[in-house]
């Protein structure tokens, strides 16, 4: 370790610096009668900002559709075009949004208003938002300590590094969106190969614990049996991850860097000198770090350019998943691929609602819910897991995971859904079947 690295001043700046970061990110507090992190309590102070969800969010969809044709990036290769013309059509879906033009089921609670007001506004919010406070996170050595404590754990499990945790936790005590940041900050600078990322950005960034209390509310597991709920659909959720890994198309994906760079290894601690090397390499790193000033702009302008991606892609693809949902009987025909496997847990009658509750779950996390209302405990209690573990809907997160420079295409993201929902399912049928009623959860 360097005489730089060993200072009384860097040493303060790793312990301070970091403090902050996990404070911001990972520590929950209660204002207002609201327990969240304290970024996603300054996103709300902003977004209470008197039109400022009108404003923000009508500039972040116009200019980001508009952006690819500016920057003349639109026509790279055939997913760019589908990608730039789905961005486009934001523009009209906009005005309909704006206008109030249209069918009167567009504008009920669960169409154009939850699309603008639960997922494009709040997410292009966070995205700015968090990338500032991720130069606390991610750039004074704070992954690089946790990364050596964590590699005999993500490496044989998941395939991917130490630090990887770090965006794990991320996503479960923030979003998906936070997570992804983190992955493709992370990428970019050389410490996760294209399969560690995509591992990471379709297995790990799922939705927060918040999405989830929502989820167990209608469920009806909220008021009793909040924790089974809770850790079963935590540790399914990483045990399907662990088993995607290793089937196509990530076991396939390359191990080289973000544009064929050599991916930095991790450090190898000696045996006996964990905590010496996590200590060493977290300090050298923070030693190393850009200004404080410097890494907050940088991580700014990545998180600007993240949201203008992004927003109109939430948009456009957000709202057509639900149109297909309510007009078509695409995700009927899609049910399909999971019925056998519902008959084979059971369901019985049901299986066919399973198969429609696990199809949609591919528009949007939050519809499986609806779809089984009526249906019994047991699906209910199964559904509730599945539509959290899939990780992986267009009205949100596939678009936030195309936004970003990771190497892995729709196709490849459809079939990782695919394999998730039916890993999810398969797993949580067992576990709801066996395990609930031995812990008291009636079925």
Not at 120 to 140: M, Q
Not at 255 to 284: F, H, R
Not at 357 to 384: K, R
Not at 391 to 401: D, G, K, Q, W
């Amino acid at each position: 370790m360097s005489e730089k690295a060993k200072s009384g001043s860097n040493i303060a700046k790793f312990i301070i610096l970091n403090l902050i970061g996990i404070f911001m990110f990972f520590i929950t507090v209660e204002i207002n009668e609201k327990s969240s992190i304290p970024v996603d309590h300054i996103v709300t102070f902003i977004r209470s900002i008197p039109n400022f969800d009108l404003v923000y969010g009508t500039v972040i969809v116009a200019v980001g559709a508009v952006l690819p044709l500016i920057r003349k990036t639109w026509n790279k290769d055939k997913v760019t075009m589908v990608f730039s013309f789905l961005k486009l059509l934001a523009i009209p879906f906009l005005i309909i949004w704006l206008a109030k033009v249209g069918p009167a089921r567009w504008f009920e609670t669960d169409m154009l208003p939850f699309i603008w007001g639960k997922v494009v506004v709040p997410v292009t919010s966070l995205v700015p938002v968090g990338a500032v406070f991720l130069a606390f996170l991610i750039n004074y050595g704070l992954m690089e300590f946790i990364g050596v404590f964590m590699r005999p754990v993500m490496r044989p499990i998941w395939k991917t590094p130490g630090r990887s945790a770090v965006d794990a936790v991320a996503s479960f005590v923030g979003s998906y969106s936070v997570g992804l940041l983190i992955t493709n900050r992370v990428y970019k600078e050389g410490f996760y190969s294209t399969k560690e990322a995509s591992i990471i950005a379709t297995g790990f960034s799922t939705v927060s614990a918040t999405f989830m209390v929502i989820v167990a509310r209608a469920t009806g597991l909220l008021e009793n049996h909040w924790n089974v709920y809770f850790w079963t659909t935590l540790i399914i959720t990483f045990i399907v991850t662990a088993i995607t890994t290793r089937i196509y198309p990530l076991s396939k994906k390359p191990d080289t860097g973000y544009q064929g760079m050599n991916v930095i290894p991790e450090p190898v601690p000696e045996k006996g000198k964990l905590l010496s090397t996590a200590l060493n390499e977290g300090l050298e790193s923070c030693s190393n770090a850009v200004g404080i000033l410097e890494g907050i702009k940088k991580n700014f302008i990545d998180g600007l350019n993240m949201a203008l991606g992004i927003g109109p892609s939430l948009m456009s693809i957000g709202f057509l998943g639900l149109l297909l949902a309510e007009y078509t009987p695409v995700f009927d025909i899609i049910g399909y691929i999971f019925v056998p496997f519902a008959f084979l847990l059971g369901f019985g009658s049901e299986a066919l609602v399973m198969g429609k509750a696990c199809a949609i779950s591919l528009a949007e996390m939050f519809l499986p819910v609806g779809i089984v209302g009526e249906c019994s405990p047991f699906a209910n209690y199964v559904i509730a897991i599945v539509c959290v573990a899939e990780v992986l809907f267009f009205s949100a997160s596939i678009p936030c995971v195309l936004g970003t420079d990771i190497d892995i295409s729709l196709k490849d993201i459809v079939i990782v859904w695919v394999e998730r929902v039916i890993l999810a399912l398969l797993i949580a049928g067992v576990v709801v079947r066996f395990l609930f009623p031995m812990l008291g959860v009636p079925l």
